[in-house]
Every structure is written in structure tokens, then in C-alpha cells.
């Protein structure tokens, strides 16, 4: 597994450009009109452009049926993982998309082949088969921008002594021309933090940003922050770069 390196591991770190500060990102052709060079009249001033971005196309090829479902049916250890993905205003973020990747309870990163398989007849992505463990899971926010997700309690990769079990996670949402990885770790492993390659290096205030909540009986909230909050209430999600 590459090694991550934190893009976001101090307070005020460098934001993301999103859809309720249009006036954000890079401005495109001059920044000033036609001017009378005869006359001596001064250059008048155009308005930026706004920020653009294409998309999200969420609605061909992406969604998955049955994506939340990433522990085999009727399994007695499944454990929910839910929560909201919210912009820097503190709006949710209605058509993110999270893509979940986890290692096995072996610890192997292989997965069960299977995640998207497509009907032979159709072509129409059915899904896993509900028995094996792929270890991958995808799924859209809704309209209040919360997801959830069903999986199998968080290991440690196998060959990462010092790693704490975690979750993988890789977001798409509006605004962002790059998708952003992050992780989530769990508090039943506070024991193995310390010791956390990616844990260790960061403040106890940026690393809380990781750590899932209980939020009942096998069930965890962890909410995505893609912005600090301009009163400070809440803290920006750490995200990764891999290098």
C-alpha cells in the first residue's frame, strides 16, 4: 500500500474550491478591457470568471446497487458506519459519492473479485453476490447529504505492524476537480493509535478529524468535513496525498 502523506495537517491548510463561494478558483482571460490608447483613458476592470467544474455525472456507469453492503449478508459481526458529508458553510453536500476500501479479517488488501458484477444478459451492474468479502463498498449521499454504509469491523493490513485497523475512503463530491482520500479509524483501537504511522504525525485536534464516534450498539457516525468552518466550530477533514 503506498505510503500516505497528510495535504491538510495544519489548522488553516489550503481549502477546496465548492459551489457556495462561486467566487473562488482561478480567473480566465484578461483582467481588463480595451482601453483608448489615443485618449490616455484608463483600462476598465472586467469581472472574474466564476469557478467551473464539470459534472458530477453521478447518473451513468457510477452508482452501484447494493454498494453499502459490503458485509456478506446476515453476518453476526456487521457493523454500520454512517454520517454526513458538509461543505466549509456548513451545508450538506447532497450528490457526493464515498467509495470504501478495507482490508479483510486476515488483514489481506486482495478482496473477494465480484464487487461489480454486471448481468450477462444486460450489462447492468448487479452487484456483489452477498456471500464473499470484497472489501470495497460505494455509495451516494442523499438529499440531506448522509450515507451509510454496512461492513465488517476494521483490521489492520497485513505487513503494517504499527498500523491501526482503518477504513480507506476516497470522496467525489461538486467543486472538487480531484477526488480526496481520507480514512477512518475506530476508538475500540486507542491502544493502537499511538503507535499509527499517519496518527502519530498529526495533532491530537487534526487527528480527532479520522476517529469515528460510537453512535449505538455496532454503529459508528463519522462525519466529512471538506472545510474548515469560517467560526472554527468544526475542524477540516485531514485528507491524503499518496505518494
Excluded at 464473499?132 to 463498498?137: A, I, L, Q, W
Excluded at 472538487?176 to 496518527?199: G, I, Q, S, W
Amino acid at each position: 500500500m503506498p505510503r500516505p502523506t497528510t495535504r491538510h495537517d495544519l489548522p488553516h491548510a489550503p481549502t477546496h474550491d465548492l459551489p457556495h463561494d462561486p467566487t473562488h478558483g482561478p480567473t480566465h482571460g484578461p483582467t481588463h478591457g480595451p482601453s483608448d490608447e489615443a485618449s490616455g483613458a484608463p483600462p476598465v476592470p472586467l469581472a472574474p470568471t466564476p469557478a467551473q467544474t464539470v459534472g458530477p455525472f453521478y447518473g451513468y456507469a457510477l452508482p452501484f446497487p447494493g454498494g453499502e453492503r459490503i458485509a456478506p449478508a446476515g453476518h453476526p459481526g456487521t457493523v454500520t458506519v454512517h454520517g454526513c458529508v458538509r461543505d466549509g458553510a456548513g451545508a450538506p453536500a447532497p450528490d457526493a459519492l464515498l467509495e470504501f476500501w478495507q482490508a479483510g479479517p486476515d488483514g489481506s488488501l486482495t478482496g473477494a473479485p465480484g464487487s461489480l458484477r454486471r448481468d450477462p444478459v444486460t450489462g447492468a451492474v448487479i452487484g456483489r453476490n452477498g456471500v464473499d468479502f470484497t472489501g470495497f463498498g460505494r455509495v451516494p449521499t442523499d438529499a440531506d447529504g448522509h450515507y451509510v454504509v454496512r461492513t465488517l469491523p476494521a483490521t489492520a493490513p497485513a505487513g503494517c505492524p504499527d498500523a491501526a485497523p482503518y477504513l480507506a475512503v476516497c470522496l467525489f463530491a461538486r467543486g472538487l476537480l480531484h477526488h480526496l482520500f481520507t480514512r477512518v479509524y475506530f476508538p475500540e483501537h486507542a491502544a493502537a493509535h499511538a503507535a499509527d504511522p499517519l496518527l502519530a504525525r498529526l495533532p491530537a485536534e487534526r487527528a480527532k478529524t479520522l476517529l469515528a464516534r460510537p453512535d449505538g450498539p455496532g454503529r459508528y457516525r463519522f462525519d466529512v468535513h471538506l472545510q474548515q468552518a469560517e467560526d472554527g466550530t468544526y475542524e477540516e477533514t485531514v485528507f491524503l496525498a499518496f505518494r
